[in-house]
T-cell receptor
Framework: AAGVIQSPRHLIKEKRETATLKCYPI?????VYWYQQGPGQDPQFLIS???????DKGSIPDRFSAQQFSDYHSELNMSSLELGDSALYFC?????????????FGPGTRLTVL | GENVEQHPSTLSVQEGDSAVIKCTYS??????FPWYKQELGKRPQLIID?????GEKKDQRIAVTLNKTAKHFSLHITETQPEDSAVYFC??????????FGRGTSLIVHP
């Protein structure tokens, strides 16, 4: 079965640079969530989209923005990168925005900021 | 907002023993409680979930119990195997569709 696809899988950037992470949800899934996971930490919710509209906002810094496109893929844009942005970034998708709709996680993008 | 506490942070057991991980939550509106298993550097994977209209759910060696009155839920793994070694996260959602995760439990199963 098709899973959530994230690209790139690994990304190395310098401080103050920008980065764009991409997420392709499972076919027919219309909801996308972004999480940031630091070493030894639980996933922190950043932002989510349902039917191309922002649905919830978590601890996403103002330097970050995201959107969901007409084909339901999503991109997380990160600017003025800081050392503390180094983390695993997971995208998850679900069918619908409802309580108990299982979120399927992608393999993650490991971002390293030097 | 929701606050989820998870204990213990580390759990070391011998192969074949049982393992129990406990979580408490604060928002009485929460009514969906998933558990995720995450291996090092890999994605979180849903292993079992429970909804507030059910007190217990079992899937082979894994079971989850929920006490809504006390606002706590637990993961039970029986006959542990080395491949069960991973970080386990509990989560709760209800007031918001976004799950709030616990801090995780690192389970180590010694052969």
């Amino acid at each position: 079965a098709a899973g959530v696809i994230q690209s790139p899988r690994h990304l190395i950037k310098e401080k103050r640079e920008t980065a764009t992470l991409k997420c392709y949800p499972i076919p027919r899934h219309d909801t996308v969530y972004w999480y940031q996971q630091g070493p030894g930490q639980d996933p922190q919710f950043l932002i989510s989209f349902y039917e191309k509209m922002q649905s919830d906002k978590g601890s996403i810094p103002d330097r970050f923005s995201a959107q969901q496109f007409s084909d339901y893929h999503s991109e997380l844009n990160m600017s003025s990168l800081e050392l503390g942005d180094s983390a695993l970034y997971f995208c998850a998708s679900s069918l619908g925005l409802g309580l108990g709709n299982e979120q399927f996680f992608g393999p993650g993008t490991r971002l390293t900021v030097l | 907002g929701e606050n989820v506490e998870q204990h213990p942070s580390t759990l070391s057991v011998q192969e074949g023993d049982s393992a129990v991980i406990k979580c408490t939550y604060s928002d009485s509106a929460s009514n969906y409680f998933p558990w995720y298993k995450q291996e090092l550097g890999k994605r979180p994977q849903l292993i079992i979930d429970i909804r507030s209209n059910v007190g217990e759910k079992k899937d082979q060696r894994i079971a989850v119990t929920l006490n809504k009155t006390a606002k706590h839920f637990s993961l039970h793994i029986t006959e542990t195997q080395p491949e069960d070694s991973a970080v386990y996260f509990c989560a709760a959602s209800g007031g918001s569709y976004i799950p709030t995760f616990g801090r995780g439990t690192s389970l180590i199963v010694h052969p």
